[in-house]
């Protein structure tokens, strides 16, 4: 961007019409676009040079996935600002591409505003880049199964977050309410960093008695207290080079907070009732459910302790905060409960699915969980149906249980070992007169909106279902291509 010529924004995908699309939203701004239809060649563009300013690299390809001609050019060339492109916004996905150094990555289909704000950051990223120092992005593949679920614009930014941790040892507090899943995203992080072949120890600190967590946490000499018998190891020994979770760190006492800093401050641990100074070299993770700012303001929480554990934050967001990611968590659970022969269940009924994506979740995907595992085992058939729910739930969103019959939501089965997951299904519907009457009664509610955001979600999932191709998507709803960017725009 520097010299007063504008910059090159290379465009890799193996479909010419999103190329076309692309080349006109980014020629707008008089920045100079050129395009390569497969990963191969677009390696071969930024090897031979000269690199563009900026990559926008689809991940769905033949021949040579995006993440594969991902780590291509940033082995060429460790400065290369790329974006990657995707219809499927995963944890794998969101994870890899900022492991193996994505600048950032965007959703089909696209939306012309953010693709040109996105575009602009990396370009800035670039810039100053190229005026500071240099950055070498850690290139390492890895199996990445993660069991955090959900595509939901909230879960992206976690995964994100989760990515550009993993490359260092910085100490990273989770917060967020109960069952949200944060010892997930934590085992997750070490499961992706340099640590992941040593221990990765959980401790809830809320289900240890105070007289009792510092022995566990650093271990005990010989008749250092009644009952100790022998020498024992804490976790923190027990984990040396790996990485410790520490759960519930709002519930810790202050006379062992003291201590978890002296950790972190010098790397060394005493056991109780012994003088010798041990060094450790544990990376801690920990989490809360509490609001430590309040409790640092009553003096409940150490305000030291505060700032060294609170370097990068991680907020879980509430499940009430991302209802569309519901049928994904369903479809996981029953391909856990297939896989380990708890049941049979692979199915859930339509009007089964509606009640869950409507219920606000306090106990979060732990509840979530909860219900689909005890629906399962109730359940007669494959099919879990609205009867099968816990009465509570059904009452929750004013609705009784009852027998329903209707077609089912399938379970998607397993992806294969290396291929990318397929998206969660969408909900079906029973039957177009069930269909009418669901939409009706929550038009009553909603009213006239509810008929715009029914045709945006619509467009918005045959798009997906076509993989970006917005010209099958409008064919499939029997719509032009300009009336089906109509309904995606629209709110």
């Known amino acids: 961007m520097s010299d007063n010529k504008p910059p090159t924004i290379l465009v890799v995908d193996d479909d010419a019409e999103i190329r076309y ?4 939203v980014l020629s707008s701004r008089q920045w100079q676009v050129i395009e390569a239809p497969s990963g191969e060649q677009g390696v071969a563009m930024v090897r031979k040079g000269p690199p563009p300013d900026l990559v926008l690299l689809d991940i769905r390809m033949s021949g040579m996935s995006g993440l594969e001609a991902l780590q291509h050019i940033r082995a060429a060339n460790p400065r290369q600002m790329v974006i990657l492109m995707t219809a499927f916004g995963t944890a794998q996905t969101a994870i890899e591409a900022m492991k193996f150094g994505a600048f950032d990555y965007i959703m089909k289909p696209f939306d012309p505003a953010k693709v040109l704000a996105l575009a602009e950051n990396a370009l800035k990223a670039h810039a ?3 005026a500071g120092g240099d950055y ?9 199964k993660e069991g955090i679920v959900g595509s939901s614009p909230v879960m992206q930014d976690v995964f994100k977050i989760i990515g550009q941790v993993t490359a260092s040892d910085v100490t990273v507090m989770i917060t967020g309410e109960s069952g949200t899943g944060k010892e997930l995203v934590a085992r997750s992080i070490w499961k992706h960093s340099h640590r992941a072949g040593k221990p990765f120890i959980a401790v809830n600190c809320a289900a240890i008695p105070d007289n009792l967590i510092e022995s566990e946490l650093f271990g005990h000499e010989k008749g250092s207290f ?4 022998g020498q024992r190891l804490g976790k923190f020994e027990l984990c040396d080079g790996g990485t410790i979770f520490l759960d519930e ?6 006379a062992t907070q003291t201590k978890i800093l002296r950790v972190l401050q010098q790397g060394d641990i005493q056991r109780v009732g012994g003088t010798e100074t041990i060094k450790v070299d544990v990376r801690i993770i920990a989490a809360t459910n509490k609001n430590l700012e309040d409790m640092v ?12 554990l609170n370097v990068v934050r991680i907020k879980m967001p509430p499940l009430r905060e991302r209802l569309e990611d519901i049928p994904s968590i369903v479809d996981f659970c029953l391909q856990n409960l297939v896989k380990q022969r708890k049941a049979r269940i692979s199915k859930v009924s339509a009007e089964t699915m509606g009640v869950l994506t409507r219920h606000r979740w306090p106990g979060n995907v732990r509840e979530l969980e909860n219900v689909v595992y005890r629906s399962a085992v109730i359940a007669q058939g494959d099919t879990i149906l609205l009867k099968d729910l816990p009465a509570e739930i059904c009452q929750a969103v004013g609705l009784p249980a ?4 209707s077609p089912p939501f399938e379970a998607a089965p397993p992806a294969a070992p290396g291929s990318s997951p397929a998206p969660a299904a969408a909900v ?8 009418l009457d669901l939409v009706y009664e929550q038009l009553k509610a909603d009213g006239p909106a509810l008929l715009a955001r029914v045709e945006r979600e619509l467009a918005t999932r045959a798009v997906r279902a076509a993989d970006g191709d917005a010209v099958q998507a409008a064919k499939f709803l029997g719509l032009t291509k300009a009336a089906l960017q109509k309904r995606l725009k629209e709110s």
Do not use: Q
């Open 297 to 308: 303001r009553t003096k409940t929480f150490r305000e030291d302790l505060y700032y060294r």
């Open 136 to 144: 070498k992005p850690t290139l390492n593949s890895e199996d990445y």
């Open 128 to 130: 100053d880049m190229r």
């Open 402 to 405: 009852g027998p329903v019959s």
């Open 249 to 254: 760190i709002g519930d810790m006492a202050l």
């Open 21 to 24: 699309s692309l080349n006109r």
């Open 226 to 229: 009644t009952g100790a018998t």
């Open 428 to 435: 079906p519907i029973p039957s177009l007169e069930a269909a």
